[in-house]
């Protein structure tokens, strides 16, 4: 005696779910790091916590354990909310431990897949999102498309980054949970290189930096002579001439 039992869907799988508004005390989770790197010249313990992670042409942040940072009374909550959501909308009840990430100038995830950590992923973004200085940072996603790509290529189709990956931007509040199969990444961060967002309004009073030693004559005298030139490297030399730069170079 053999047979099979067939099962229908509503519909297509759900591979990536967001959930906006997710933590009620998202804004606390974004005052503690705002507030650790509000003065760049405060020395305390917590600036010595994170981890430049970097793995040539794969992975590139910075990165330390979520609980450690938060501390455990707000950990505990955030932690609570997101099993809490796991058991109701996914029949998970545990996770690994969480890492908080930082993403500056540079900063990207290129494509991979966490499906050896369990049979769901999330990200949830503390990013200001409406007010960032910054290109990127998002997660992108390769589509069910792309990854049977063959079976529905068509021939003289248009094809680029839209259309081979979805792509999820961190908006603030925001859990954005996914299949760990599907190869994903983060999009390269440009531009600003603080950690808090590049606002101006943040940016400390400068402090005076000690008079530089006087110099001898002789170089004195040298440094009148020569006009200065910015060669390709971006560094000030004296003389006439600079060495061509690549972008005008003839080949
Ligand atoms: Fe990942």
Avoid: K
Avoid at 4 to 29: K, N, Q
Avoid at 107 to 129: I, K, M, R, Y
């Amino acid at each position: 005696m053999d047979g099979h039992v067939e099962g229908e869907l509503d519909g297509a799988p759900e591979l990536v779910i967001t959930a906006d508004g997710f933590f009620p005390r998202a804004a606390d989770m974004r005052a503690v790091f705002d507030e650790r790197f509000g003065d760049p010249y405060a020395v305390h313990g917590h600036r010595f916590v994170w981890d430049y992670w970097h793995v040539p042409h794969q992975y590139t942040l910075v990165r330390t354990p979520a609980e450690d940072y938060f501390g455990p009374e707000l950990y505990a909550e955030f932690h609570a909310a997101l099993t809490a959501w796991g058991r109701a909308n996914l029949g998970c009840s545990r996770t690994t431990p969480v890492w908080l990430s930082y993403y500056v100038d540079g900063c990207e995830q290129q494509l991979h897949c966490d499906n050896p950590h369990g049979p769901w992923a999330f990200v949830f973004s503390l990013t200001d999102w409406e007010n960032r200085r910054f290109e990127g940072g998002e997660t992108m996603l390769l589509r069910g498309d792309t990854l049977d790509f063959w079976r529905s290529h068509e021939a003289g189709g248009m094809v680029e980054f839209a259309q081979l990956a979805d792509v999820v931007a961190p908006e603030f509040n925001r859990l954005t949970v996914f299949d760990p199969r599907l190869p994903h990444g983060v999009r390269a961060v440009r531009v600003s290189p603080a950690p808090a967002g590049g606002d101006p309004a943040r940016r400390p009073a400068p402090r005076r930096p000690p008079p530089p030693p006087a110099a001898p004559d002789r170089a004195r005298r040298r440094l009148r002579r020569g006009r200065g030139t910015r060669g390709p490297g971006g560094s000030w030399r004296t003389g006439g001439s600079s060495s061509p730069s690549p972008s005008t170079r003839e080949t």
